[in-house]
């Protein structure tokens, strides 16, 4: 018997991962239905809002100075 050396590809450029990821993205828009799209942008929207309702709020807080906030108040 022999000894086999396991392949190992080249590492990619950047042009040739891009290459790659557009064609996995152009198979997945071709094979996926209309169905799909939406049951995926669903769950998508499903598990953002929530965390969207509890990250934001903390953050602008953070962010925004007080002398902004009364302003806003005012309007």
């Known amino acids: 018997m022999t000894t086999r050396t396991q392949y190992t590809p080249h ?14 993205v152009d198979a ?4 996926l239905s209309i169905n799909r799209w939406a049951m995926a942008a669903v769950t998508v929207v ?17 962010i925004v100075p007080d002398v902004v ?5 005012f309007i």
């Open 28 to 31: 997945l828009e071709r094979h």
């Open 11 to 24: 590492p990619a450029t950047a042009d040739q991962f891009c290459g790659m990821w557009d064609a996995h």
């Open 46 to 62: 499903l598990i953002a809002y929530p965390i969207a309702q509890i990250v934001i709020p903390p953050a602008l807080h953070a």
């Open 69 to 73: 906030r009364t302003v806003i108040n």
